[in-house]
């Protein structure tokens, strides 16, 4: 008995302590209960970027394999995603119209979206022009015989199309300029020139940028993000001009590189400023990480036509 009560104040003396420290931790975690609502914890957010990052890996992963497929397996399958991904932009682009009060004919307008990559491969350029016609003339039939639409619904009607799909036609053209590989390369240049300037624009922004370069449309954006992005599109064409892919030289291979990263950039301000005037962040919810497929083609638009008429003037096409 006399070694129980002799142990007894040490088990007091532990308990006593094991009950303080219980206590600091829960002062601890009541202390930081409002940073753990709004997650701002450094473990939550270090979770979250692991997640957001993962999540838009494995989206694009399957962006870009869908893509490389469709242009290897031959021409057609490349138009067919091009109305695909043409289709699926001008919704989104109609979406937006909508949201800003505009009620565009989305009849019309899809069925553009999805005839203008097909007409072009199958038909060549001329088809591009009859397209625009008859959507213009079905747009203002419907105008007339519509008390309820007005100009501007008739404008943004005739302009989805042509805006989300018509530059895609660009890249079907560039592809079914060659039905065997050489087609497949020089259209796998056009898009991969695209995604590696997004990764070098993000990843030098983002450790490296501190000059906004249009706050007022994308605060993300940096001007060393933008010349950083610069250097992956001339790195693609670098490559196609050495392995000399469908007779590029080393000016045109420069003067895609330099034209396709300004104009890239462009379509992605565009796009936002777009975006902006109706107060959304994303175009749509397609692609998980990324947003709506406007938001991940938005570059590929304006530098797939640029691409184009670099190639077409250098007598490549």
Not at 169 to 175: D, E, H, L, T
Not at 198 to 213: E, N, V
Not at 256 to 266: D, H, K, N
């Amino acid at each position: 008995m006399s070694k129980k009560k002799a142990g007894q104040p040490d088990d007091e003396r532990v308990s006593v302590g094991l009950d303080r420290g219980i206590d600091k931790l829960e002062i601890r975690r009541d202390s930081k209960e409002e940073r753990r609502l709004a997650g701002e914890l450094k473990g939550q957010r270090v979770r979250g970027w692991t997640e957001k990052l993962l999540t838009r890996t494995m989206s694009g992963a399957v962006y870009v394999l869908v893509i490389i497929a469709c242009l290897f397996l031959g021409v057609m399958p490349t138009a067919a995603l091009m109305a695909a991904m043409g289709w699926l932009c001008c919704s989104e682009f109609f979406r937006i119209c909508r949201m800003a009060g505009r009620t565009p004919n989305e009849i019309a307008g899809l069925t553009a979206a999805i005839a203008y990559p097909l007409v072009a491969t199958l038909y060549g350029p001329n088809m591009l022009l009859a397209t625009t016609c008859l959507l213009v003339l079905l747009a203002a039939m419907w105008y007339v015989f519509n008390p309820r639409a007005n100009i501007a619904d008739v404008a943004v009607s005739v302009f989805g199309p042509i805006y989300t799909s018509m530059p895609l036609s660009c890249i079907a053209m560039v592809r079914s300029s060659d039905a065997g590989v050489t087609g497949a390369l020089l259209a796998l240049c056009l898009i991969a020139a695209l995604w590696l300037e997004d990764s070098c624009a993000y990843l030098i922004g983002s450790s490296l940028g501190t000059h906004k370069m249009a706050p007022r449309i994308s605060p993300n954006k940096s001007w060393e993000g933008f010349y950083g992005g610069f250097l992956g599109c001339i790195l693609v064409w670098s490559i196609a001009a050495a392995c000399h892919v469908g007779g590029i030289t080393w000016p045109i291979a420069m003067a895609c590189a330099l034209l396709e990263g300004f104009f890239a950039v462009m379509g992605d301000l565009f796009e936002s400023r777009i975006k902006r005037g109706v107060g959304v962040k994303d175009s749509g919810n397609l692609l998980p990480g990324h947003g709506g497929l406007l938001d991940r083609a938005d570059s590929m638009l304006f530098g797939g036509v640029i691409v184009y008429f670099v190639l077409l003037l250098g007598g490549l096409l």
